[in-house]
């Protein structure tokens, strides 16, 4: 995208009036006008506003252009329409911020490498996996990623407006020792989980003319206070403008000192493979922003230590609901007591009535909520720093033929549980998932994944990445009766389910919740297909949404933004699907074997709409999907990111060429 577009697509924007749109979003009519030296404002002006915009949708790309495969693809166009009956299409394109492993500003004339990994005393962590090729090890996994802006920055050089983005890198995939062709990732080079995840700040000069954004500096946030981040995977801004990013698969704390892969993210941490205390992580952390493009984190401790995945705060500021990444996951909500503040609020876990279906024309099924308990994070902190597993349960993975111990399911697989007395408390904040399970909350899940909410109609989203497992009737792997959820068949192309919420809730003790934005009945919303391989070996229908896993909302352009985490579709894709003509779009195309992930809409800054989207682990190779193209992608994917070991993070753009002004 150039800096400046041509006049003449400025010209026809004088047209818009608080239009959301790409890039320009909320400019006023006359702020447009004197920007591309048209009309003055003395000038009659017609009135002219927003009435509503859309998404056409794009191919999926095939191998008769297999670098359109191998690479970020977009293809689709947004036309808005406003109230003179007037159109104007943009089409839209990708611009990436960086390539992880690029070297890119520090903001004080150096640079830095992009996410790239350091230690618990901020000492870079080296992959020596092969001698003469030593290099500070970064991540091919970018991931939660929001959008903001600071009432007084101090940032100096800004020739626009600075913004900031916090980025946070989930995992890195492998070390440079071997590679895996056939799917199979040699015990050497698998690092998934194993590092402490980076998080970053990045400043950003926001073009006034433009909308363009341009990485000005990126700054590695301390993360040594909170003891490093495990596994960070989706994040969303919350209503105050800090980032609330996430802990996904909690380590599993009774058995965590047999884990190599804990004790190998402890041992990268910290120096040693017993350091790592597993009840740190698997908690919320929230990131804010400083003026000076710096960043402090903290974490909340009172929200359950479950497979944090994207949590959604509510227009209250008090009531988040939140995604549970796992197999046997629930659907939890937090209600905080007081707002702009998650440090102390009260834990519940849903029950699921009858009816809960996987058709979209179903009635849905009605939800009832488990009060878990109320606790400060402070409180809980201090229980995770004194207590061990065995304080709080005994926990085994075989039956001791015990009437006092319950069998339960976690991770798909049967645990016997026995609450130590008077551990209640902490049962229900550091062993979350098996309390929740423990006490009758549905934990029939498979991958609850991203979280979002429309305010207008007062519904919120969550993504089910699969609908298997615990989610099928008998199936051995953890359905139980108490579900609720007992689908006949699997569905592995997953789906969105969406909540309707109100007030007046009371949970199943008969105590009133205190929050108007309740989930109180599930349906589902859209769903994928599963197929047989199509021709490109395609397993899920490539024209409908395939293990859906980011979620956002935009109000304005009354759209639900889809990312897909498919090991389904060949490639993952970026969906739009319009709440109210019911139409879904598809904007844009993964690199082959990459996941797409760091969505986030923001309708309005300084002006402006911005759809945010990463991708990571492009050229991830599963044999069984991907072995149609691998021989010819491969190659691509490995020369377009610096030997599949990179992957970007960037944004929708308008292409500044595209602009069509017509009169219905």
Same mark, same amino acid.
């Given at each position: 995208?150039?800096?400046?577009?041509?006049?003449?697509?400025?010209?026809?924007?004088?047209?818009?009036?608080?239009?959301?749109?790409?890039?320009?979003?909320?400019?006023?009519?006359?702020?447009?006008?004197?920007?591309?030296?048209?009309?003055?404002?003395?000038?009659?002006?017609?009135?002219?506003?927003?009435?509503?915009?859309?998404?056409?949708?794009?191919?999926?790309?095939?191998?008769?252009?297999?670098?359109?495969?191998?690479?970020?693809?977009?293809?689709?166009?947004?036309?808005?329409?406003?109230?003179?009956?007037?159109?104007?299409?943009?089409?839209?394109?990708?611009?990436?911020?960086?390539?992880?492993?690029?070297?890119?500003?520090?903001?004080?004339?150096?640079?830095?490498?992009?996410?790239?990994?350091?230690?618990?005393?901020?000492?870079?962590?080296?992959?020596?996996?092969?001698?003469?090729?030593?290099?500070?090890?970064?991540?091919?996994?970018?991931?939660?990623?929001?959008?903001?802006?600071?009432?007084?920055?101090?940032?100096?050089?800004?020739?626009?407006?600075?913004?900031?983005?916090?980025?946070?890198?989930?995992?890195?995939?492998?070390?440079?020792?071997?590679?895996?062709?056939?799917?199979?990732?040699?015990?050497?080079?698998?690092?998934?989980?194993?590092?402490?995840?980076?998080?970053?700040?990045?400043?950003?000069?926001?073009?006034?003319?433009?909308?363009?954004?341009?990485?000005?500096?990126?700054?590695?946030?301390?993360?040594?206070?909170?003891?490093?981040?495990?596994?960070?995977?989706?994040?969303?801004?919350?209503?105050?403008?800090?980032?609330?990013?996430?802990?996904?698969?909690?380590?599993?704390?009774?058995?965590?000192?047999?884990?190599?892969?804990?004790?190998?993210?402890?041992?990268?941490?910290?120096?040693?493979?017993?350091?790592?205390?597993?009840?740190?992580?698997?908690?919320?952390?929230?990131?804010?922003?400083?003026?000076?493009?710096?960043?402090?984190?903290?974490?909340?401790?009172?929200?359950?230590?479950?497979?944090?995945?994207?949590?959604?705060?509510?227009?209250?500021?008090? /009531? =988040?609901?939140?995604? +549970?990444?796992?197999?046997? &996951?629930? $659907?939890?909500?937090? @209600?905080?007591?007081?707002? *702009? #503040?998650?440090?102390?609020?009260?834990?519940?876990?849903?029950?699921?009535?009858?009816?809960?279906?996987?058709?979209?024309?179903?009635?849905?099924?009605?939800?009832?909520?488990?009060?878990?308990?109320?606790?400060?994070?402070?409180?809980?902190?201090?229980?995770?720093?004194?207590?061990?597993?065995?304080?709080?349960?005994?926990?085994?993975?075989?039956?001791?033929?015990?009437?006092?111990?319950?069998?339960?399911?976690?991770?798909?697989?049967?645990?016997?549980?026995?609450?130590?007395?008077?551990?209640?408390?902490?049962?229900?904040?550091?062993?979350?998932?098996?309390?929740?399970?423990?006490?009758?909350?549905?934990?029939?899940?498979?991958?609850?994944?991203?979280? /979002? =909410?429309?305010?207008? +109609?007062?519904?919120?989203? &969550?993504? $089910?990445?699969?609908? @298997?497992?615990?989610?099928? *009737? #008998?199936?051995?792997?953890?359905?139980?009766?108490?579900?609720?959820?007992?689908?006949?068949?699997?569905?592995?192309?997953?789906?969105?389910?969406?909540?309707?919420?109100?007030?007046?809730?009371?949970?199943?003790?008969?105590?009133?919740?205190?929050?108007?934005?309740?989930?109180?009945?599930?349906?589902?919303?859209?769903?994928?297909?599963?197929?047989?391989?199509?021709?490109?070996?395609?397993?899920?229908?490539?024209?409908?949404?395939?293990?859906?896993?980011?979620?956002?909302?935009?109000?304005?352009?009354?759209?639900?933004?889809?990312?897909?985490?498919?090991?389904?579709?060949?490639?993952?894709?970026?969906?739009?699907?319009?709440?109210?003509?019911?139409?879904?779009?598809?904007?844009?195309?993964?690199?082959?074997?990459?996941?797409?992930?760091?969505?986030? @809409?923001?309708?309005?800054?300084?002006?402006?709409?911005?759809?945010?989207?990463?991708?990571?682990?492009?050229?991830?190779?599963?044999?069984?999907?991907?072995?149609?193209?691998?021989?010819?992608?491969?190659?691509?994917?490995?020369?377009?990111?610096?030997?599949?070991?990179?992957?970007?993070?960037?944004?929708?753009?308008?292409?500044?060429?595209?602009?069509?002004?017509?009169?219905?």
């Amino acid at each position: 995208m150039s800096d400046h577009p041509q006049i003449g697509r400025r010209q026809a924007l004088k047209f818009l009036s608080a239009a959301p749109m790409l890039p320009l979003g909320s400019l006023s009519l006359a702020s447009m006008l004197t920007g591309c030296g048209g009309s003055t404002a003395a000038e009659a002006v017609p009135a002219v506003s927003f009435v509503s915009a859309s998404f056409s949708s794009m191919a999926a790309p095939t191998l008769a252009n297999a670098a359109a495969m191998a690479t970020t693809t977009v293809g689709s166009t947004l036309s808005v329409t406003m109230s003179d009956k007037s159109v104007t299409d943009y089409k839209l394109a990708y611009q990436p911020f960086f390539v992880t492993g690029d070297m890119v500003p520090d903001g004080a004339g150096g640079k830095v490498l992009a996410g790239a990994y350091y230690d618990i005393n901020n000492k870079p962590i080296m992959d020596n996996s092969v001698a003469g090729k030593e290099r500070h090890i970064f991540s091919d996994s970018p991931d939660g990623t929001s959008l903001l802006s600071l009432a007084n920055p101090t940032i100096t050089g800004i020739k626009g407006k600075a913004v900031f983005a916090v980025v946070q890198f989930e995992y890195t995939t492998r070390n440079q020792f071997g590679t895996d062709l056939n799917g199979t990732l040699p015990a050497e080079a698998d690092m998934y989980g194993k590092l402490p995840s980076p998080i970053a700040v990045l400043t950003l000069d926001q073009d006034q003319i433009t909308g363009k954004l341009s990485l000005v500096k990126y700054h590695n946030v301390d993360t040594s206070k909170v003891h490093g981040l495990w596994i960070t995977c989706g994040a969303s801004l919350s209503p105050w403008g800090t980032h609330l990013s996430s802990e996904e698969y909690e380590p599993n704390a009774p058995f965590a000192s047999d884990d190599p892969q804990f004790k190998a993210y402890s041992k990268n941490t910290f120096g040693s493979e017993t350091a790592a205390n597993p009840y740190h992580y698997g908690h919320l952390p929230e990131v804010t922003v400083n003026p000076d493009g710096t960043g402090s984190i903290k974490k909340h401790y009172c929200m359950g230590r479950i497979s944090h995945e994207l949590v959604q705060v509510m227009p209250d500021n008090r /009531t =988040v609901l939140m995604g +549970d990444d796992a197999t046997n &996951s629930g $659907l939890f909500i937090f @209600v905080a007591d007081n707002e *702009k #503040d998650l440090s102390a609020g009260t834990l519940y876990v849903a029950k699921i009535g009858t009816g809960f279906s996987n058709d979209p024309a179903a009635a849905g099924a009605k939800l009832t909520w488990i009060n878990l308990g109320h606790a400060t994070s402070a409180e809980i902190e201090n229980m995770a720093n004194t207590l061990k597993p065995s304080d709080i349960m005994t926990v085994s993975k075989t039956d001791p033929l015990d009437a006092s111990f319950t069998k339960i399911f976690t991770g798909g697989k049967p645990n016997w549980i026995k609450l130590k007395p008077n551990m209640e408390k902490a049962a229900a904040f550091l062993e979350t998932h098996r309390y929740a399970y423990l006490v009758g909350g549905s934990m029939g899940f498979t991958k609850m994944e991203g979280t /979002t =909410v429309n305010i207008k +109609d007062k519904v919120a989203y &969550s993504a $089910l990445q699969n609908m @298997v497992d615990s989610m099928v *009737k #008998d199936n051995a792997k953890g359905w139980n009766a108490q579900s609720g959820i007992a689908l006949d068949k699997a569905l592995v192309a997953g789906g969105v389910m969406a909540h309707s919420l109100g007030g007046g809730q009371s949970d199943t003790a008969g105590a009133a919740i205190k929050s108007e934005w309740v989930p109180m009945q599930t349906k589902a919303l859209l769903v994928g297909e599963d197929i047989a391989a199509d021709a490109l070996g395609n397993l899920a229908n490539p024209d409908k949404i395939g293990n859906p896993d980011n979620l956002k909302f935009s109000e304005k352009l009354r759209t639900l933004f889809i990312g897909e985490d498919s090991g389904y579709h060949v490639n993952n894709f970026l969906w739009a699907y319009n709440v109210d003509t019911k139409i879904l779009s598809r904007l844009m195309s993964m690199p082959a074997g990459a996941e797409a992930t760091g969505l986030h @809409v923001v309708d309005d800054l300084n002006g402006w709409t911005y759809i945010m989207s990463n991708f990571q682990h492009p050229g991830d190779w599963i044999s069984s999907l991907h072995g149609k193209v691998q021989p010819t992608l491969d190659p691509l994917v490995r020369a377009n990111y610096k030997d599949r070991f990179g992957a970007a993070v960037g944004y929708l753009t308008a292409d500044a060429t595209s602009v069509k002004l017509s009169k219905g």
